[in-house]
């Protein structure tokens, strides 16, 4: 079964940094592209960032300049890393990843930047 558990949310200040960690299990993790989404309370779910399998990375025009996306093949891990973090990126986010057109989803972390 595909599995993706992400983990690394909490409580910071605005400011702030955290890390986000998904480890994926029952995929070839190297032959696919991650992607980082979130979600906030009344809001659509958006995406994030993605990353492909060459290290390619596209980001949402809010997130650009303070967060980054990388991945470890052979953990088969991707990670969110977010600096400078603002109120408004406070959300679950979830990791994902698609195959055979179907939408693989994480059961979420919370992040809520505050002061």
């Known amino acids: 079964q595909v599995q993706l558990v992400e983990s690394g949310g909490g409580l910071v200040q605005p400011g702030g940094s955290l890390r986000l960690s998904c480890v994926a299990s029952?995929?070839?993790?190297?032959?696919?592209?991650m992607t980082w989404y979130r979600q906030a309370p009344g809001k659509q779910r958006e995406l994030v960032a993605a990353?492909?399998?060459?290290?390619?990375?596209n980001y949402a025009d809010s997130v650009k300049g303070r967060f980054t996306i990388s991945r470890d093949n052979a953990k088969k891990t991707v990670y969110l890393q977010m600096n400078s973090l603002k109120p408004e990126d406070t959300a679950v986010y979830y990791c994902?990843?698609?195959?055979?057109?179907?939408?693989?989803w994480g059961q979420g972390t919370q992040v809520t930047v505050s002061s």
């Open positions: 994902n990843t698609r195959i055979q057109s179907r939408d693989y």
């Open positions: 029952g995929i070839v993790f190297s032959l696919k592209s």
């Open positions: 990353i492909s399998t060459s290290g390619s990375t």
